[in-house]
């Protein structure tokens, strides 16, 4: 079998558009994470794989009860938390909030499991400009195949005033 040049660098060509639209959609629309680690237990279980989008992130639309991916604001990894408060919202016990309410442009994630959760309880609340995705559907293991979100990106709700 000959190679000839031509064949060689059509093959180049695209790989490099597969590698380019890989990485617009990774950036821009949405993601594949898998997850690891206790602190969404029982919604999200070690090694649990699920789609991810940026959408409602990027058109402000993640709700109170979404799961969204932040990046720490303690070492920039990105972990997936529950968000609970929106800015301005008040909280009732939390130390973190001497005035008992998130500030504006933050918002305030926790673990499903909290005991076992390092979150804004520990860190306090987050800028929006940290949240990253928004988990809506879990494709591995596919016994536990469905959908985390029961809105779409396009969907505004009365608490969209943040993000």
């Given at each position: 079998m000959t190679v000839t040049k031509s064949t060689f660098w059509r093959t180049v060509r695209r790989c490099v558009y597969v590698y380019c639209g890989i990485e617009v959609i990774g950036t821009h629309v949405g993601e594949l994470l898998y997850c690891t680690g206790v602190s969404m237990h029982p919604t999200i279980l070690h090694g649990?794989?699920?789609?991810?989008?940026r959408l409602s992130v990027k058109l402000g639309n993640v709700h109170r009860g979404d799961i969204v991916g932040v990046?720490?604001?303690?070492?920039?990894?990105?972990?997936?938390?529950?968000?609970t408060h929106k800015q301005l919202d008040r909280i009732y016990d939390c130390?973190?909030?001497p005035k008992?309410?998130?500030?504006?442009?933050?918002s305030f994630v926790q673990g499903d499991n909290t005991m076992?959760?390092?979150?804004?309880?520990?860190?306090?609340?987050?800028?929006?400009?940290?949240?990253e995705v928004r988990l809506v559907l879990r494709i591995w293991p596919l016994n536990r195949f469905g959908w985390m979100s029961n809105h779409w990106f396009w969907e505004?709700?009365?608490d969209s005033s943040s993000l």
């Open positions: 649990d794989l699920v789609i991810a989008e990046l720490s604001p303690t070492d920039g990894s990105l972990i997936c938390k529950r968000l130390e973190l909030l008992g309410r998130v500030p504006r442009g933050h076992s959760s390092t979150d804004s309880r520990i860190f306090g609340p987050v800028p929006d400009g940290l949240v505004k709700s009365e």
